[in-house]
């Protein structure tokens, strides 16, 4: 498989021991420990719907959907040759590598990330190696995503050859720009519309306007 012909996937990690679990086990993981070891489901997206909706009850069926998807993707869709990106809060810097297994379940590595596949990071490069367009579509709001539009930056600058990117000419950077800020945005308000509500958002905002000086 070469790098043209192999998908090239974004990934998301949280906490510490998360971002550790990534960077010195040469390994990916995604959470949804509940749903048990994903190769007892039959690979159809609507068996894994079926296989996550009992263990999340109280979740919207969007949740079910997404969650879903992702895992799907990731045991099925996700090969071995495969780029993977993913940006570490640790030292702030950006990890390229290629899938080198097939999925597992091993709670034993990973309580909160037990789906895992195992990889070879092969760079690990400064913010400032891409792109601001780049950097937009590897913050997607989803835990494991394909990277359709910038993501053969990151292997050009894996690889040490200057991207023909230019910035101030692209106009996909600012709908990239304009998509990553319109769904942080959805995010904000939606969980301030279910979490805050009545007096705990006249609290919120009082705070609000306190840190920003008034």
Known sequence: M?????????????GVQGDAMFRE????????RAVGDLRNIQADREAYKAAVRPHFPNKPNGYVINAASQLFRFVTE????DWVVYRSSFDRRIYVGRI???YRFDPATSE??????????????PLTAVSQGALHELGSALTLFQLKNYGDEFIEAKEGRA???DEEDDESASE??????QTTEDFVLRNLAKHLKGYPLQGF??????????
């Open 25 to 32: 086990k040469q390994t990916i993981g995604i959470s949804w």
């Open 78 to 81: 996700m090969k071995k040759g």
């Open 176 to 181: 990239v720009t304009a998509e990553a800020r």
């Open 112 to 125: 909160q990330y037990p789906n895992i596949r195992a990889v070879e990071w092969q760079k690990d490069l």
């Open 100 to 102: 080198s297994g097939d």
């Open 163 to 165: 991207s023909a990117f």
């Open 2 to 14: 070469t790098a043209t012909e192999a998908a090239i996937w974004g990934i998301h990690v949280t």
């Open 205 to 214: 905002v009082a705070n609000l306007l306190s840190a920003m000086g008034y």
